[in-house]
């Protein structure tokens, strides 16, 4: 064979080798995508029940209070400012229920820009915008309604529970109980031993905190003492923490609080009240739960004695409500409502509260 005719095959042999190979190529290209448009039509075909379930993400809109478990009527979404101090076990123990339930109503409790937290600071900060609501152990008073009016709204106070003022005293004092009367006599400085009021001689040491400290104080003054002041024999402390412990370690000392907050102590005991001598009702349930068997057992609060009245000093605690046609009072009159519900009137018994329906 010539070298002419030899080059002539080499070159044709790779012109079809080279052919081969992009034919090839394309054959397995076009079947790859044959292949592709089957498993996608198999897929927009097969049964939803075959395929792998993928959770929805949560729905953060408008309607999650709807379609999760939380069912208050008329509840705003958003954060609402609310403040009071008697509240502290309603704010841990119910707040917190409907805080779990209803994610979207956001309450942050506030406190006052200066002095301690209480009815009036909350009423005042109300007044001042600062709140959207509040929660307080006293009636608004007729001065502060007309502050609120000036501004523009007026309040609406919404009783959502009972609470008692309970005595507290050393729990070696043997006295059988207090009028009221006596009470008043103590904390204005005209009986200053137990010894006039038929107990053993032995000085009184009187507590109470300020003023400026909230409702219960306020509420003491203006129903117990009529409105007179503290006498001179008075000491001032900041908390009731405090104010017990003064009290376990003095045999003389007084002090008065909320009941929840006296009644089930381990280191006081609360007294028994009557309107008249003799006629004494204790703020717990008897029989009374002795120091050696506390805290496995607590007294519980006399509720039956403060529903009826028998219990000489109880008082309403209200949701304090700005009407004002706006969200402050949606949120505001929504969750009283809310407390007053069966679940919410369990709950505030729970706390240690005297349901009010």
């Known amino acids: ?13 790779a012109v079809i080798t080279i052919g081969l190979i992009f034919g090839g190529l394309w054959f397995f290209m076009a079947r790859w995508a044959q292949l592709n448009k089957l498993v996608a039509n198999q897929s927009e075909n097969s049964n939803p029940r075959d395929a792998i379930s993928v959770p929805k993400p949560i729905d953060t809109g ?5 379609i999760s478990k939380c069912d208050v009527p008329n509840l705003p ?3 609402f400012n609310y403040g009071g101090r008697t509240w502290a076990p309603i704010r841990k123990d119910v707040d917190s229920v409907l805080q779990s339930q209803c994610s979207l109503f956001i309450l942050r409790y506030t406190q006052p820009p200066s002095g301690e937290s209480g009815s009036g600071t909350g009423i005042r900060m109300l007044i001042d915008n ?9 009636s608004v008073k007729a001065e502060e309604n007309a502050e609120a009016k000036q501004k523009g709204f007026s309040f609406k106070e919404i009783p959502v529970a009972i609470d008692g003022i309970a005595i507290a005293v050393n729990l070696n004092l043997n006295i059988p109980g207090l009028t009221v009367a006596q009470l008043k006599d103590i904390y204005t400085g005209k009986i200053t031993n137990w010894q006039q009021v038929g107990g053993p001689n032995l000085p009184i040491i009187v507590y109470s905190r300020s003023k400026e400290a909230g409702g219960t104080v306020e509420f003491f003054v203006e129903n117990i003492l009529n409105k007179e002041n503290f006498g001179a024999n008075v000491s001032y402390i900041g ?15 007084i002090y008065y609080a909320s009941a929840p907050e006296v009644v089930p102590q381990c280191m006081i005991k609360s007294l ?4 008249t001598s003799g006629q004494f009702v204790p703020p717990y349930q ?3 739960v002795p120091p050696s068997e506390c805290p496995t057992k607590r007294n519980q609060l006399n509720t039956q004695a403060f529903r009826s009245g028998d219990y000489a000093i109880t008082r309403n605690l209200f949701v304090i409500v700005k009407q004002n046609s706006q969200t402050d009072q949606q949120a505001g009159e929504a969750y009283a409502n809310w407390l007053l519900t069966p679940q ?3 709950l505030i018994q729970k706390a240690g509260f005297v349901r009010i329906k």
């Open 1 to 13: 064979m010539s070298q002419k005719n030899e080059t002539l095959s080499l070159f044709l042999a």
């Open 62 to 66: 408008k309607t999650s209070n709807t």
């Open 77 to 79: 979404e958003g954060t």
């Open 130 to 138: 600062q709140l959207a609501f509040s929660q307080s152990s006293r």
């Open 239 to 253: 908390t009731t923490t405090e104010a017990v412990r003064k009290v376990a370690a003095s045999p003389g000392g």
């Open 272 to 275: 028994p009240l009557g309107r």
């Open 286 to 288: 008897e029989p009374f």
């Open 344 to 346: 919410g009137q369990e």
